[in-house]
Every structure is written in C-alpha cells, then in structure tokens.
C-alpha cells in the first residue's frame, strides 16, 4: 500500500477517506519551504472538513428515513433532533449546527462539484459556504449554468476577490429582470431610526443605489479634504458623520471649510454604448453597473447618460480602444489617466486586497528613477501597506499590457491579480493582408 489517501464507498454509496500516518507526518526533508507545508497540511485539513459533511449529511438522512419509517411526517422533528445533537456533541450553537448541516446537504446532493473541490483542497471551507449561498439565490437551472464559472474562480481567487466576482456573476444573470426588481423595490424606500447605546443612534436609508454611492462619495472626497488640513485631529469616519449632520439639520455648507466647500459626487458609470439607443436593455447586452454596486436599471442608466456633468460616465464599445499615454515626459499621471487607471483595476492591485482604488495610490510598475514611463500599462493602484511592501518588502512586479500584474514573492513564487476590467486597445495588424483576384 502507497502512501497516497484512499477512497472507499461505504453501503449508503458514500465515499470515505483514509489517509496513511505517513502522508501527515511528513517531514520538512520532503518540503524543504516551510509555506510547503502550511499548504500541504491545509489541503488534509479540507479533506478531512469534506468527509465530516458526509458524515453530517448522513446523521440527517438515517434520521429522517428512520422517522418516515412510523408512517407520520416526523421529518421536521427528526432534523431538529439531529440539529441539537450535533450542536450537543461539537459544543456548537444550534444555530451553527444548522448552518452545517444545510450546508453538508447542498454539497453532498445538489453540489457535487464543490464537494469534491473541497475534497481535494482546491478550496476551502468559507468559499464552500460563500459559493452555495451564492449559487442558492437562483434557481436549480441558473445555478447549473453558473457553478462551473463560480468554481473556477473559487479555486483560482482569493476570497475577497471571489466574493465579488461571484456576486457579478449572480447580479449580472438577474439583470434581465432588474428593471422590473428595481421598480418594485424603489416603493419600499424608506427612512430609519434605531436607537444605540451610550446616548448614540443609527439613522439609515434604503434608497437607489446610485443615489446612495453618491451621497456616501460626496462624504468621503469633503471629509478628505477636511481631514487633510494640519491640526486636524477626527478621523475620516469622524468627518464624514459631522457632515452628514450638519447637510440635513442646517441645510448648508456655509460653516464647512472653503476648501471642502462645492465638492459634488462622482460616479463611475460604466455603460455599453451600442445598448443607449434602445429604450430596454437589449437581450444578451451587458448591463450597466455602478462602480462599487454592480448592474443597475438600463433606464437609470440612460438617465445618467444624458450629460449631468457630476456623473463620469465610461461608455464601453466593442471595437472602441482606448490608449492613454504621456511618456517620460510628466511623472505625476493626469486626472483622466488617474481615473481610467482606478476604473480599470476597481481595488488594490494587491493579491486579494479589498481595498477600493479611488483610496488607492498609483503606483509605477517600473519606477520613474529607473526608466518607467507614465502611461496606462505602467500604474496600476495600490494601498499604503501593498505600496510600501513593493518597495521595501522584497517583493517584485511585472505589469502586463492587459492590466494583469504578477507578484513575485521573496520565496520565488509568483501571484496574478487580475483588473476588474479590461481596456480594449487597436494594435496594427504587421502584416497587412494584400487582396487576390483571382483570374479570369
């Protein structure tokens, strides 16, 4: 016998898995790089997570089958039973207990794939739980459809990546319908107070989305410039809740600083062009989105598009490219190449960073001191903390024409971070093709 794990099918047809001693106890000698091993022994952990949702799943199946057994619905008490139980024996809440057991029940039935992904340690246990809840917002037919794309970048992004990538993924198959969701869901806006503690309260809106991202861009760019002044001691999240109030009680900016004083939102919109001309989202067209939030109506859309100069509107087009480039000859970046540089990536170009690229630094690939040009496949954004570890944490980048940047860690290892979008561009054909005629 080998020392690889192996696989058995027990007499209810579920698999189970047998891992040698020797396969956990390997020695650093094997893996001579510590990560090695962290790796290693994460991958063992996972099989060992997706054969204990076997294990749960069948505790609820041999309960359920052997209440049916009475001839009385007793399914709903057997579960619970089962739920107290585990709850019990793993000194868990029975809440979570729950939680487990829906979710042994999606991987091992309706999700096959995801199990075995996990089984083999190309995942872990929270994209397992992010995935099924994700694909679980659709019907069994769209999460079909979905779940090879969802896996694949589940097993190929970090979370916070994931996370959003899946969510497109899921919003972008409603938008179909989003029209009709968003007419309905804008009669149930509203206004709410809920009183805290220490004399404090939250007061919220549920409200369009758009108008939302402006209102909380407005807070932040006049909180900025506020923030940014010496002496100032509040922090941005301070500023940004003493503007709130004193908007909506005075009703004026008058006793805000000069230099914060006119500031207006902005909005990335990003709209495909050719779909403007109709008056319905076409079928198949991408929908329109919202930095930050995803699709939005394709009416809202056609709204924004019709020239208000606080929104900045990116109109997208097939066959359009875009090439933005200033050479050696400036090394601060322009305010339209700053901007196309955040739209692009949309987040920190750090692996797995979550943090917005409006928030972000931009950063030369090639630095200007050795030879690095200002131009859009050279910057990229980055918060303090990537931004510092690129310079001074032995790390090293190589930027791609497409927007692509690979990491290389001080270990040798490399990590693509891909950009939320892509900007198309022309490049000449080198060999132009001469026409034949063929003769008579």
């Known amino acids: 016998?080998?020392?690889?794990?192996?696989?058995?099918?027990?007499?209810?047809?579920?698999?189970?898995?047998?891992?040698?001693?020797?396969?956990?106890?390997?020695?650093?000698?094997?893996?001579?790089?510590?990560?090695?091993?962290?790796?290693?022994?994460?991958?063992?952990?996972?099989?060992?997570?997706?054969?204990?949702?076997?294990?749960?799943?069948?505790?609820?199946?041999?309960?359920?089958?052997?209440?049916?057994?009475?001839?009385?619905?007793?399914?709903?008490?057997?579960?619970?039973?089962?739920?107290?139980?585990?709850?019990?024996?793993?000194?868990?809440?029975?809440?979570?207990?729950?939680?487990?057991?829906?979710?042994?029940?999606?991987?091992?039935?309706?999700?096959?794939?995801?199990?075995?992904?996990?089984?083999?340690?190309?995942?872990?246990?929270?994209?397992?739980?992010?995935?099924?809840?994700?694909?679980?917002?659709?019907?069994?037919?769209?999460?079909?459809?979905?779940?090879?794309?969802?896996?694949?970048?589940?097993?190929?992004?970090?979370?916070?990546?994931?996370?959003?990538?899946?969510?497109?993924?899921?919003?972008?198959?409603?938008?179909?319908?989003?029209?009709?969701?968003?007419?309905?869901?804008?009669?149930?806006?509203?206004?709410?107070?809920?009183?805290?503690?220490?004399?404090?309260?939250?007061?919220?809106?549920h409200m369009p989305a758009v108008e939302a991202q402006a209102i909380h861009q407005r807070l932040t760019t006049m909180g900025k410039a506020i923030t940014a002044v010496d002496g100032e001691e509040r922090t941005l999240d301070q500023v940004r809740a003493d503007i709130f109030g004193d908007l909506l009680i005075d009703g004026t900016t008058d006793h805000v600083p000069a230099h914060a004083r006119g500031v207006r939102a902005t909005v990335v919109v990003t709209v495909p062009a050719l779909s403007l001309v109709h008056e319905k989202q076409p079928a198949g067209a991408d929908p329109a989105s919202v930095e930050g939030l995803g699709p939005i109506p394709h009416s809202t859309a056609r709204e924004l598009c019709g020239g208000a100069r606080e929104w900045m509107r990116v109109l997208t087009h097939p066959e359009t490219g875009a090439v933005l480039s200033f050479g050696r000859d400036r090394y601060r970046p322009p305010k339209a190449l700053r901007d196309i540089v955040r739209w692009r990536a949309g987040r920190c170009m750090g692996p797995g960073c979550g943090m917005p690229a409006e928030r972000c630094e931009i950063d030369h690939s090639v630095a200007w001191e050795d030879g690095g040009t200002t131009e859009l496949r050279n910057l990229h954004p980055l918060c303090k903390g990537h931004h510092i570890l690129k310079h001074h944490g032995g790390w090293a980048l190589e930027h791609r024409d497409d927007g692509d940047v690979i990491w290389t860690s001080p270990t040798g290892r490399r990590y693509l971070v891909r950009p939320e979008r892509r900007v198309p561009v022309f490049r000449p054909d080198p060999e132009p093709r001469v026409p034949t005629v063929a003769p008579f």
Request: hydrophobic share 45%; aromatic share 6%; glycine share 6%.
């Open 1 to 205: 016998m080998d020392n690889d794990p192996e696989t058995w099918i027990d007499e209810d047809g579920m698999p189970h898995l047998e891992i040698p001693l020797e396969l956990l106890m390997e020695s650093a000698s094997d893996h001579p790089d510590s990560l090695d091993d962290v790796l290693d022994l994460s991958h063992v952990m996972m099989r060992f997570v997706a054969q204990r949702y076997v294990a749960i799943d069948g505790m609820r199946r041999r309960a359920v089958t052997e209440a049916s057994a009475f001839g009385v619905d007793l399914a709903s008490v057997a579960f619970r039973s089962v739920r107290l139980e585990l709850a019990a024996g793993m000194r868990v809440s029975e809440y979570v207990a729950e939680a487990m057991l829906q979710q042994a029940e999606a991987l091992v039935h309706r999700y096959p794939e995801v199990w075995h992904s996990l089984h083999a340690g190309r995942i872990d246990d929270d994209k397992g739980y992010v995935l099924v809840a994700g694909l679980d917002e659709l019907g069994p037919d769209a999460a079909a459809t979905l779940l090879p794309e969802a896996l694949d970048a589940a097993e190929n992004l970090q979370i916070g990546p994931f996370r959003r990538a899946l969510r497109k993924l899921v919003e972008d198959h409603r938008a179909s319908t989003l029209e009709e969701r968003h007419e309905d869901a804008v009669t149930r806006r509203r206004v709410v107070l809920e009183t805290g503690n220490d004399g404090m309260a939250w007061i919220g809106a």
